[in-house]
């Protein structure tokens, strides 16, 4: 099976911007997270879909905002964009965790650097 | 809400020698541990998990951790260090839920 697919896996932006990242999680999966790691914060989460719907928010503004397809597949969007938004942003997948399947599959990242 | 503290941002052995990378969990409701190892400019790799089925859980490559509720805590071992075990490897706890929060990470050098 193909793994956790992140697109881009680098960008530059400057303040005030904003940005779309994309993640394709692993075929099957229907559940995508998102977080965001810095060197100072370290890894900090976002937010999770499931079958479309925002189930789970982290502690972030609202210029961080995502949404994920009938597929599964999910983009999160940064609003006017600010120099601490740089980071390196990671997309995980899992299964259902009803069962108790909650193995979160992650992708290599799309680092982001805010000029 | 649940939380993870890891011990020692740094750690560094020699080739051949016990790894042991420290964790301690805080959540309200019975937790899902996890430790992922992270390589330069990589995303995570899920090393292990502990769903409650076994406290000492066995893991990829060798590693291996066990889950003392007493101690609230999850350590990380493995008994022979090798090179290709530098990393960073975090410590991860969920409520069930997907929300999981992260420890700061613990960098571990393997010196020849």
């Known amino acids: 099976k193909a793994g956790v697919t992140q697109t881009p896996r680098y960008l530059i932006k400057t303040r005030g911007q904003q940005v779309t990242l994309s993640c394709s999680p692993i075929?099957?999966?229907?559940?995508v997270s998102w977080y965001q790691q810095t060197p100072g914060q370290g890894l900090q989460f976002l937010f999770e879909?499931?079958?479309?719907?925002?189930?789970n928010k982290g502690n972030f503004p609202g210029r961080f905002s995502g949404r994920q397809f009938s597929n599964s597949r999910s983009e999160m969007n940064v609003s006017t964009l600010e120099l601490g938004d740089s980071a390196l942003y990671l997309c995980?997948?899992?299964?259902?965790?009803?069962?108790?399947?909650?193995?979160?599959?992650f992708g290599p990242g799309t680092r982001l650097l805010v000029l | 809400a649940q939380s993870v503290t890891q011990l020692g941002s740094h750690v560094s052995v020699s080739e051949g020698a016990l790894v042991l990378l420290r964790c301690n969990y805080s959540?309200?409701?019975?937790?899902?541990l996890f430790w992922y190892v992270q390589y330069p400019n990589q995303g995570l790799q899920l090393l292990l998990k502990?769903?409650?089925?076994?406290?000492l859980v066995k893991g990829i490559n060798d590693f291996e951790a066990e889950f003392k509720k007493s101690e609230t805590s999850f350590h990380l071992t493995k008994p022979s260090a090798h090179m290709s075990d530098a990393a960073e490897y975090f410590c991860?706890?969920?409520?069930?839920?997907?929300?999981?929060?992260f420890g700061a990470g613990t960098r571990l050098t393997v010196k020849p």
């Open positions: 075929s099957g999966h229907r559940s």
């Open positions: 959540s309200s409701v019975p937790p899902y």
């Open positions: 879909y499931f079958s479309e719907t925002q189930r």
């Open positions: 995980a997948s899992s299964l259902d965790p009803a069962g108790g399947q909650e193995t979160q599959y």
């Open positions: 502990y769903t409650s089925a076994a406290t």
């Open positions: 991860a706890v969920s409520a069930g839920n997907n929300d999981m929060r």
